[in-house]
């Protein structure tokens, strides 16, 4: 069994550490002293009771049982000099917490960071740089940036205060970069002028330019139109067809214009699959400042398009994008395996959604390509502009919505747009913190949501102030505005231009101890909306009181779910279907271990999405599905008619110790820690194991914390 050090470092579990520092408050205690066999009992009972949580224990966890075990056995002068103890010991580690913490990550051996997310790699020096920054600002952001009831708030998982390791920095979440405005009107980059590109595959390149510097002056997601590159394939068409023209020249022929047509649209080919493969292959091996690949998401919407011709090219792109992304990406042993970025949305519409339309082969090809690949994820123009006031727009990053926004023309506008910031609040500690009151409930509701206002308005007070010039590829040079230098963002934080966003955890969990049954009875669902819809009305009224876009966001918790739930244990203990196991669920979703079929969840959850403004995404669990296409589309299909967002979770893995491509399996090893292993070889060695999950939206490749991890193994299959 393994416990987490105070500095997120992994051992084994010792009993005898637990027999000696009671032993050590004991000599302290008075006529309340115990004797070493009662001592020798307790640390075994605390083993015991570690053992039943089937994951990794930390030691404030281990201190806590051993103090209740200690008071139940009547020697409370003990427990009070054990309390002395461990507050004696606190005071001497309080000066070096942050220093033990960066070395322990430096080292390696910090199991908070390495699971903290699933798509960096903690070994690697730029990570590791990023994670040093970043346990700076923590500590800054605790000590002297956020008042005190939020960071204790934060730390005892009521709320969670995301990427407070960027917080001592004036940087925001995530955005639609305006791709448009960079490459029609030209663009600045690192100080030097980049015109607008004269071909399809310029253009390309100077998008992953972009795209690698907006990644290195955010921490959230961004997401790329192509719509906005499919302008450029025609210039190429131009520029080839006066370079056929010139070479008939030289050649002294006369072809037909047809034969000269046909030998240009080859060319243009070549040069969209060289452009697309630019964008693919610049992205997944770019590294950003944070040590990752940019977390991009690619739009693909058909209607975007200007014009038939324009439609036409970005079909074009449209289908090389996918073509590739099913072909996948090498390893380091040559075999083809699916990259977690770029992360792309197809964007489901009448000419494309019925067989026999104009570009239904492309809703074809990303069928196959979803089964392989575990994306495209899917947006229903239809059910989108029923919510958006007759918009179809992308999201940024995994999930984050913008809410419709008109210029003084009183034009729609999204891209240029971002998000503040996000701060969740965990709905089944509100729950359990109400006893099942329902009027308690209500009020420590309010209480948490007034805590949530002020969290988040410290994300927008950080960011007020701001100088176009800490970051000019966002202010001054078109990736969000074209601000003069010296000039604050202080306008585009308010009247919704930016959004600013109120994310919720565990609305299951949280009906289920309030009515004692799944949000998905019948009896429960109008409790579950009614909890939504006061949160809309919190923004509501926060947004009417401010000025400041507030809406409501279905988190993407990765690390947070296991946070949360070792939070409830030790404050509530366990209670059977609510703070059993080592997650909570994310945002409206089904418990993944629910058994309910795909298109019952989809629908069920579509009411949920309509009332999650900021946000949300739901998915279904699906097994291999690449020799079912048919019933791929028949998913995809309903998701057209039925919901706005959504997507479909696949394995996609490989063994690199004996080459099986299949499903990498989560068994529990000797010390009850979940680890993942080969079904074929019984290999256990993550560096030598591809897997690819979707976690919170987007695709994880880089393992996770043992909470996700159990989350994981308990999926059920919705088909």
């Known amino acids: 069994m393994k416990i987490i050090k105070r500095n997120g470092a992994e051992e084994d579990f010792d009993n005898n550490k637990i027999v000696v520092a009671v032993a050590k408050a004991n000599t302290a205690a008075g006529k309340s002293k115990l004797s070493l066999e009662q001592i020798k009992d307790i640390a075994d009972y605390v083993e015991y009771k570690c053992e039943k949580l089937n994951r990794a224990v930390s030691v404030e966890e281990i201190q806590d049982m051993v103090e209740n075990q200690i008071m139940s056995t009547g020697a409370f002068e003990l427990a009070k000099d054990y309390v002395r103890y461990r507050y004696q010991r606190s005071l001497i580690r309080k000066a070096n ?4 913490r960066i070395l322990s990550l430096i080292e390696c051996n910090n199991e908070d960071v390495k699971q903290e997310n699933s798509n960096k790699n903690p070994t690697v020096n730029s990570v ?103 302008p450029f394939v025609d210039v190429s068409r131009k520029k080839i067809y006066a370079e056929v023209q010139e070479e008939v020249k030289t050649f002294g022929c006369a072809p037909s ?74 390893n380091e042993s040559g075999v083809w395996i699916t990259p977690a970025f770029p992360k792309l949305i197809y964007v489901l519409e009448e000419d494309n959604i019925n067989e026999g339309t104009e570009y239904y082969y492309l809703t074809e090809m990303a069928a196959k390509c979803t089964a392989k690949r575990l994306v495209p994820d899917y947006i229903s123009e239809k059910k989108m502009m029923e919510l958006k006031e007759g918009n179809c727009f992308p999201v940024m990053g995994c999930r984050s919505a913008l809410s419709p926004w008109k210029d003084q023309e ?89 959004t600013i966003s109120l994310g919720y955890a565990g609305l299951y969990e949280c009906v289920r101890y309030m009515t004692g049954k799944s949000h998905t009875d019948q009896a429960a669902t109008p409790f579950a909306l009614e909890v939504m819809e006061y949160m809309n009305q919190a923004c509501n009224r926060w947004k009417d009181e401010t000025n400041i876009g507030f809406s409501i ?55 949920f999405q309509a009332l999650s403004t900021g946000g949300a995404i739901s998915y279904v669990e699906v097994p291999n599905m690449q020799n079912n296409i048919p019933a791929v589309l028949g998913i995809i299909r309903y998701i057209y008619d039925n919901i706005m967002y959504a997507e479909l979770n ?46 919170c939206g987007y695709i994880g490749t880089q393992f996770w914390n043992q909470g996700r991890t159990q989350e994981i193994k308990e999926r059920v299959l919705h088909l």
């Open 553 to 607: 966001y279905g988190s993407p918790i990765e690390s947070t779910t296991y946070k949360f739930a070792k939070c409830l244990q030790k404050r509530f203990g366990i209670i059977e279907g609510v703070t059993d196991r080592s997650y909570i669920t994310n945002s409206y979703h089904v418990n993944v271990s629910e058994e309910i079929d795909a298109f019952s969840k989809l629908k069920f959850e579509s009411q």
């Open 97 to 100: 917490t942050t220093d033990n």
């Open 410 to 498: 009183g034009n729609y506008k999204f891209y240029g747009r971002f998000n503040q910031g996000v701060v969740t609040i965990n709905l089944v500690d509100v729950a359990l913190s109400s006893g099942g009151d329902m009027d308690a409930f209500w009020k420590i509701f309010d209480e948490r949501l007034d805590l949530c206002y002020r969290a988040l308005m410290c994300r927008h007070n950080r960011l007020k102030g701001t100088l176009s010039d800490a970051a000019p590829i966002l202010w001054q040079n078109g990736a969000l505005a074209r601000l003069k230098k010296g000039e604050t963002i202080d306008r585009l934080l308010y009247g919704g231009y930016s």
């Open 128 to 230: 590791q740089r990023d994670y040093m920054a970043g346990e700076v600002s923590k500590d800054l952001t605790k000590r002297m940036l956020l008042p005190q009831d939020i960071v204790e708030a934060d730390k005892e998982g009521i709320i969670h205060f995301h990427d407070s390791d960027y917080f001592a920095q004036h940087m925001h979440n995530c955005d639609l970069v305006n791709l448009e405005d960079m490459l029609q009107n030209g663009t600045v980059i690192s100080e030097t002028r980049i015109e607008k590109p004269h071909s399809f595959s310029t253009a390309c390149n100077i998008a992953t330019q972009i795209i690698a510097q907006v990644a290195s002056n955010q921490y959230g997601g961004q997401s790329i139109s192509l719509a906005h590159l499919a």
């Open 257 to 330: 214009e047809e034969a000269i047509h046909q030998v240009v649209e080859n060319r243009l080919r070549k040069e969209v699959t060289k452009g697309v493969q630019t964008i693919q292959y610049q992205v997944i091996t770019l590294m950003t400042t944070n040590g990752q690949a940019p977390f991009l998401t690619v739009f693909m919407y058909l209607n975007e398009a200007k014009n038939e011709r324009e439609k036409k090219d970005l079909a074009m792109i449209i289908e090389e994008t996918l073509k590739q992304r099913y072909q996948g990406v090498k």
């Open 650 to 695: 696949t394995k996609s893995d490989f063994c690199q110790e004996c080459g099986f491509d299949g499903e990498i399996q989560i068994v529990t090893d000797e010390s009850g820690k979940l680890v993942w292993e080969c079904p074929k070889c019984g290999n256990r060695d993550e560096n030598k194991l591809n897997v690819a999950r979707r976690t």
